[in-house]
């Protein structure tokens, strides 16, 4: 399987030689876990397709921080040597990816200064869009946030049709499902998208960003600049 990810493909040729041995194909199935909370980590993954979801809370409280793709990797902390995170990441978009054992990519970063640069800058980056996640959750209205989701969702994957379910997206937002079923008829009333049953089409990209207005754009730039990763954006 070649590999489609950006971060890995990203690294310098003897960077990729020196961790492509280590790396294991794998498939990630709906809800496969990625981390779990408060234990350590026993991998990082790298996504070729599909998107996994980190959630912070517990229960009743839980929201989804952030989201992942082919763009980065899961088990940031391995490359800030925090060895684990109280939150926890599964896979909320199937998918398939290369993993890596965390002592291997220790190991590796520790022989390498610039594959630890690299994956240093990811997570920089990746915080700076759990960072606007929390902005967006406390700042801006249901159809924004939706917009934005859906954007970021479209900018990891191939094409214009996400899988996910209305009572999926009211979990990870906070929201009730009723909420979101009503921001989804708002959307499709607008020609942005077409929403069947665990299936949304994006049809007009532009209009979705002017929903999303300033809430979407500012981690999509920075990744860009530390990273090189550009979404459909």
Known sequence: ???????????????????????????????????????????????????????????????????????????????????????????????QGWRIEAAALLTQLQKSPSMHRCFLRYAFAFGV?????????AKARLDARLARWLLMANDRIDGDRIAITHEFLSRMLAVRRAGV???????????????????????????????AACFYGVPEREQLRLTGWRGKH
């Open 181 to 211: 079923t009503t921001t989804m008829a708002s959307l499709v009333d607008r020609g942005c998208i077409t929403a069947a049953r665990g299936l949304i089409t994006i049809l007009d990209r532009p209009g979705l960003e002017k929903v």
């Open 129 to 137: 869009q759990t960072a606007n996640t929390v902005l967006v959750n």
């Open 1 to 95: 399987m070649q590999i489609q990810n950006h971060l890995l493909s990203s690294l310098t040729e003897s960077d990729r030689a020196a961790i492509q041995p280590h790396l294991q194909a794998v498939e990630l199935p709906v809800r496969y876990m990625l981390e779990a909370p408060d234990k350590p980590l026993c991998h990082a993954y790298f996504l070729d397709c599909g998107i996994g979801s980190m959630v912070t809370g517990d229960g009743a409280h839980e929201i989804e921080a952030g989201i992942v793709g082919r763009d980065g990797m899961t088990g940031t902390a391995i490359a800030l040597i925090a060895v684990q995170c109280p939150n926890k990441t599964f896979m909320q978009i199937a998918g």
